[in-house]
């Protein structure tokens, strides 16, 4: 049996984003779904995948801004992956990977009837779309890679597994609020402090007794123990190679610490047919929050969508 998470109903960054749940995989594991407009045939969905630990309430201000940029054929549909947000929880630690969750998003894909997709991936998001390509490349009509590669900055992996358990039991508003709020600021610099607030919680919430609490499994914090940052990764090339099979944008925020600007110039040496942009004074999660971020992707989903727009 999958573990069940208590997320409080009225959590903020969350109370606009409504979800229905998709079975998938054993009975009692379902996938939280928000959908943002309206599905059918002929439309081309675009599926966003969040970072490793993060859930769809990173993309809660491109649901509003992608939704007036782009157009009616192009409904945007948000997808929490097994252990974040308010999806289940794996049964086991060894069932989270890349590939797993690749299955998952093609049976979600098939629980909606959509038949092809433009989708979104930020950091290990990107990373399972890489997985997603490989396994079901017809699936894929254009894949967007925000600070996504075929190898992780281990720089990044080690500061996330740290900052995670600094966080870990951590009691008060009073004492967390300055903690998380200098957490952020270095990826977020001149942002106000309650700006910096919301987006702490969007992967935490303070329960009952004024600790905080994740919005993901615990039990990922434990995957990332074996990576030190000295480590150097084995990159998949042959994964993001698998994407050359439909229309790419890469995207990295110019403060990152996931992926590399090396690796990412060497993306583009590869796929010198894809378009690549560079977000300003942002680390990760994009935040995806202006018409300058969300109108790149906008136009190229447009580019995919080609003659059919005008049909539409």
């Known amino acids: 049996m999958a573990r069940a998470r208590t997320i409080p109903t009225d959590h903020k960054p969350l109370a606009g984003l409504p979800v229905r749940m998709v079975t998938v995989g054993r009975g009692a594991e379902q996938v939280a779904v928000h959908i943002g407009g309206v599905l059918g045939p002929g439309r081309v969905p675009v599926i966003c995948i969040a970072g490793y630990n993060r859930n769809m309430a990173d993309y809660s201000d491109f649901v509003r801004l992608g939704g007036l ?27 989270y990977s890349s590939l797993a969750d690749a299955d998952d998003l093609t049976e979600v894909a098939r629980a909606l009837a959509i038949e092809r997709a433009i989708f979104v991936g930020q950091g290990y998001g990107g990373q399972v779309l890489m997985a997603l390509a490989a396994a079901q490349p017809s699936l894929i009509a254009g894949t967007v890679l925000i600070d996504a590669g075929p190898v992780s900055d281990s720089r990044g992996l080690v500061r996330l597994r740290g ?6 039991g951590v009691r008060g508003e009073a004492s967390l609020k300055p903690m998380l709020r200098r957490m952020l600021a270095a990826d977020y610099p001149g942002m106000p402090e309650a700006a910096l607030d919301g987006l702490a919680y969007r992967s935490h919430f303070v329960d009952r007794r004024g600790r905080l609490q994740p919005l993901f499994d615990p039990v990922l914090i434990k ?48 796929r010198r047919d894809a378009e690549a942009f560079v977000i300003e004074q942002q680390g990760s999660p994009a935040l995806l929050d202006n018409a300058d971020d969300v109108q790149p992707i906008a136009d190229f989903v447009k580019r995919v969508m080609g003659p059919r727009k005008a049909a539409a």
């Open 223 to 270: 995957l990332l123990e074996p990576f030190d940052l000295d480590d150097v990764l084995v990159a998949q090339w042959p994964l993001f190679d698998a994407l050359s099979a439909a229309p790419l944008m890469m995207m990295r925020t110019q403060l990152t610490q996931q992926l590399r600007r090396e690796t990412f110039e060497e993306m583009m040496k590869r």
């Open 163 to 168: 900052t995670l358990d600094d966080l870990t």
């Open 69 to 95: 940029a782009m157009i009616e054929a192009n409904p945007i549909v948000l997808v929490d992956l097994k252990g974040r947000g308010r999806s289940s929880d794996r049964p086991r630690l060894t069932g």
